[in-house]
């Protein structure tokens, strides 16, 4: 293994592909990312649980041998919410949503464009590391965006990277509507592609969580053909 700069942000791929692991990472070390492969689920779980090996990002691949991505994903979402891009043959629309209703961040159907996938990354980077550190209260709802962490009340929501972005997106325009457009352009860090759902999908969940902590009173209600909007009841008055 060469030596990398630990200054630059690690991205690990799982994929059973080793041409394929070979030629990204080769890219993604020219591009001055640290990069490194695994082969199968299990290899990917050892290295989330290793503190001084995790990774800033994982490119999960779905068809792997033994555990494969999906199963890894389920598992991973359960202790560490780092971004997941999904990397798969599997381009399918049922495909791409079962993998992000699972947590995943954003999904890209192989082949991809090495350059395609590298502006992916920087995207999911460049929100998981935003600039604005001022915290923002609605009601009893708290976002610290510096440190990436969502409260209801005194208790902290468990989100994905993607989901605490698009609830950022929402909660600094309470009671405007959102287009998916602008959604997809400021939570997931691209432009929206036709029949594009990861937006909807992403949103699913995060609407049950809310939910579950606010007994139904903090909601995001969709606005038919025009988008979404984020409801935060005021605390009442002492």
Request: aromatic share 2%; net charge positive.
């Amino acid at each position: 293994m060469r030596r990398m700069n630990r200054t630059a942000n690690r991205i690990l791929i799982a994929d059973d592909d080793r041409e394929l692991c070979r030629l990204l990472t080769d890219y993604l070390q020219r591009e001055g990312l640290e990069a490194e492969a695994v082969h199968d689920g299990n290899a990917a779980l050892a290295r989330l649980a290793d503190p001084s090996l995790r990774p800033d990002l994982l490119i999960l691949d779905v068809t792997m041998p033994g555990r494969d991505g999906l199963q890894t994903l389920a598992e991973l979402r359960a202790r560490h919410g780092l971004p997941v891009i999904m990397l798969s043959a599997r381009g399918e629309p049922v495909d791409r949503v079962v993998g992000l209703e699972l947590g995943a961040d954003d999904y890209i159907a192989k082949p991809c464009l090495p350059r395609e996938l590298l502006a992916r990354i920087r995207a999911r980077l460049r929100q998981s590391s935003p600039s604005a550190p001022a915290a923002l209260q609605a009601g009893r709802l708290r976002l610290q965006p510096a440190e990436r962490r969502a409260f209801v009340g005194g208790a902290e929501l468990e989100l994905t990277g993607a989901e605490f972005s698009l609830l950022l997106a929402l909660a600094q325009r309470i009671g405007q509507v959102v287009d998916k457009a602008a959604l997809t352009r400021e939570a997931l860090g691209r432009e929206i592609e036709r029949f594009d759902r990861s937006v909807d999908v992403h949103l699913s969940r995060l609407r049950r969580k809310l939910a579950d902590a606010s007994a139904q009173q903090i909601r995001i209600e969709s606005v038919r053909g025009v988008g979404y909007q984020l409801v935060v009841p005021a605390e009442p008055s002492a």
